[in-house]
């Protein structure tokens, strides 16, 4: 059934009891510096938006300055990792929604993540979250620089960019702490993105579609 | 085919991305529409609404607090001092007390922020500033009126006709309180028809001058001139003075 094309990514180390390579260190590097960003882009926003914040440091100047930056360079870190093998395949990955994905978030919010039915590398929730992300940081790209280069646009259309720009900003941070509790949830899960393994069966109960591409049980035996 | 779908899946992710991509592009079109439509009904909510939460929202009805100093400026009531000088005949110094016993205005008006906030009918009071201005005397070679704050880094600006209108003022109770220290308290400008930028908090002195010289956020590309509803590239409904 699998091509060889299609085969996972070969472990660069041999992993050590019976691990598989979930993430390369190129994905790990765009994930760590865009959240990076993200976070300081929401940290200064909370700072200049929320009367409580605002009053504790002032300073709006340099928060602005701040807030504008993180926000330019946020789509920096994958624009690099598109040079990198392992962040385009699963760029890939992340973007086809095959049959197993199908009501898959509808099931996991009805029955729990458990209970959703089997995925591949990626389930559909996280495959939905990266492109809400991607799309919605995108938007706020554009809202922003309007904002900032107030030559650059039309005068109304401004007030629309703001506008636009603080309603995302609210959708951005619900689907962010989402995203947060999802990791908090799961250790392993986390250790995954820390160091780019994970253990065989975390992988077979998470997402066991991406478990079975890899050779069953050999190299537990092998080791 | 892998088990995510293959090159045979459905690009459901690009078609997401596109897809917030096009709806944030109709925002931006249509956003100044949409916001006025939904301010009236968010304010109303937010009104009626204890935990104050959904003043929060974008255009939720509630006051943001913006300060471009480093700290949050603090006078007391017995410390607090506002001088008025340059281009006038008698140069004076008020106190909180002194500005109290001077005659008193209250303005009902809706407070516009330049980046979109309003809040309706917030009720402003203390003395008219063409009243201090006619205790001082202004020379006829005065023009123009700047104003700075003891936090010390704000100023603003506005001509001598315009700070003669019967709906500017120097306020120091709002809505039947004394201005608090968020709000630019003890004493802060009101100028009730402009964006709310041109009124400053923290307010310390008022010097006459010959000629108009632009404010702190003037620098940074706002309009001197800040009519609501025609400047700064918005069409608020204007805040109706007289």
């Known amino acids: 059934m699998a091509h060889a094309h299609a085969r996972p990514n070969t472990p660069v180390k041999p992993p050590k009891i019976d691990e ?52 330019i360079m946020l789509p920096l870190p994958l624009v690099a990792g598109l040079f990198f093998r392992g962040v385009r395949l699963d760029m890939g990955r992340l973007d ?8 898959w978030v509808w099931r996991a919010m009805r029955y729990g993540t458990g209970q959703a039915g089997p995925a591949g590398k990626f389930n559909a929730g996280q495959k939905l979250y990266s492109a809400l992300i991607a799309g919605l940081v995108l938007v706020m790209l554009g809202t922003g620089l309007m904002m900032w280069f107030t030559a650059l646009s039309p005068l109304n259309l401004r007030t629309g960019a703001s506008y636009i720009h603080d309603w ?5 941070g619900v689907l962010v702490i989402g995203h947060i509790r999802m990791a ?40 | 085919m892998d088990k995510d779908g293959g090159p045979a899946g459905k690009p459901v992710g690009r078609r997401v991305v596109l897809g917030v991509t096009a709806l944030g592009a109709l925002g931006v079109a249509f956003g100044a529409r949409i916001e006025s439509g939904l301010n009236g009904v968010l304010g109303t909510i937010s009104s ?61 008006r809706d407070v516009q922020c330049v980046t979109g906030w309003r809040v309706p009918n917030t009720e402003f009071g203390g003395v008219l500033l063409s009243e201090l201005l006619d205790r001082a005397g202004v020379k006829p070679e005065g023009k123009a009126l700047r104003f700075t704050c003891f936090d010390g880094v704000y100023s603003e600006s506005l001509t001598l006709a315009e700070a003669r209108r019967s709906d500017v003022m120097v306020a120091h109770q709002m809505d039947k ?36 010289m632009p404010g702190y956020w003037e620098h940074y590309g706002y309009d001197v001139e800040a009519w609501v509803g025609r400047s700064n590239g918005r069409t608020d409904a204007p805040i109706d003075g007289e």
């Open chain 2, 177 to 212: 309180a004394p201005v608090t220290r968020d709000h630019g308290g003890p004493v802060r400008l009101y100028v009730a028809p402009m964006y709310f930028y041109k009124s400053a908090k923290w307010l310390s002195g008022i010097t006459v001058t010959d000629s108009v």
């Open chain 2, 48 to 108: 009626h609404d204890p935990t104050g939460l959904t003043g929060l929202l974008p255009g939720g009805g509630g006051f943001q607090f913006y300060n471009v100093a480093s700290s949050l400026p603090y006078r007391s009531d017995q410390d607090y001092k506002l001088t008025v000088d340059g281009l006038v005949d008698h140069p004076v110094t008020y106190s909180l007390a002194d500005l109290q016993s001077l005659p008193q205005t209250t303005l009902v």
């Open chain 1, 20 to 71: 598989l390579r979930r993430f390369t260190n190129a994905e790990r590097w765009v994930h760590r510096t865009t959240s990076t960003l993200m976070m300081s882009a929401i940290l200064t926003a909370l700072f200049l938006y929320v009367p409580g914040f605002a009053e504790l440091v002032g300073r709006r100047r340099l928060l602005v300055v701040v807030h504008e930056w993180s926000g």
């Open chain 1, 96 to 103: 086809r929604f095959g049959p197993q994905d199908k009501g």
């Open chain 1, 168 to 172: 995302l900003a609210l959708i951005i």
């Open chain 1, 184 to 223: 908090l949830k799961d250790p392993e899960s986390r250790h995954g993105m820390r160091t780019g393994w994970v253990t065989r069966t975390w992988a077979r109960r998470e997402h066991p579609l991406w478990e079975q591409e890899f050779p069953k049980e050999k190299r537990s035996k092998e080791s």
